[in-house]
């Protein structure tokens, strides 16, 4: 049972426009919730991360919203640019006990078109 | 800053054989973890440590055996590579999640086939 899902395997935005990227998570026990970005043959990157007390974090073109009663979290990128596209995983860090092991979701694969 | 380096980047192997990812860090983080990902899979852990001399079971542990006899370095083995195994090994670091939070900082990659 998948507790942080990524919904959509897939997005294509135009450049310059906003890409949005969605996850979901059941378990109501996660202290931070994190984005990686991934391009093809690197290993992933630390992107943005916020907190649970928090419902925003911003880190210049890159804001992230945490809705807790939907169990929700989006990655706004404005504007979005060619350089964006990777594959972005939303992760989230359970607030105790076992080494408090990272959960993963599946990863959408952004693509910005010229 | 050299960060997480994991050698080799491509390996194949046969079945039934033999080898170590290797895996060190730059960084003094007492954290490090084995990772593979494999196509509609995302990423699932192997094995993880806390700090030297002590490692634990991920979700993925069978057929891969680690250990940790300094902060530095944590190779992965493979005693007896199977075709099942055949993926893209990740190496990641950070300082220890129990303690304090830190993002995870990930390796480049070892792309395993085994046939």
């Known amino acids: 049972d998948q507790q942080v899902k990524q919904n959509s395997p897939s997005l294509s935005v135009q450049e310059g426009r906003i890409s949005i990227l969605n996850c979901d998570y059941t378990n109501s026990m996660f202290d931070y919730f994190l984005w990686y970005k991934k391009y093809p043959a690197e290993g992933p990157t630390f992107l943005i991360s916020?907190?649970?007390i928090k419902d925003k974090n911003e880190d210049g073109r890159f804001t992230v919203f945490l809705n807790k009663s939907a169990k929700h979290l989006s990655l706004h990128i404005v504007p979005s640019q060619p350089g964006d596209s990777a594959v972005y995983f939303c992760a989230a860090r359970p607030n105790a006990g076992n080494n408090r092991k990272l959960i993963w979701g599946l990863g959408t694969s952004l693509a910005v078109n010229p | 800053n050299a960060g997480v380096t994991q050698t080799p980047k491509f390996q194949v192997l046969k079945t039934g054989q033999s080898m170590t990812l290797q895996c060190a860090q730059d960084?003094?983080?007492?954290?490090m973890s084995w990772y593979r990902q494999d196509p509609g899979m995302g990423l699932r852990l192997i094995h993880y440590s806390v700090g030297a001399g002590i490692t634990d079971q991920g979700e993925v542990p069978n057929g891969y055996n680690v250990s940790r006899s300094t902060t530095e370095d944590f190779p992965l083995r493979l005693l007896s590579a199977a075709p099942s195994q055949t993926s893209v090994y990740f190496c990641?670091?950070?300082?220890?999640?129990?303690?304090?939070?830190?993002?995870?900082?990930f390796g480049n990659g070892t792309r395993l086939t085994v046939t």
């Open positions: 960084m003094n983080h007492e954290y």
């Open positions: 916020i907190s649970s």
């Open positions: 990641a670091s950070s300082t220890n999640p129990g303690v304090s939070y830190s993002p995870l900082h």
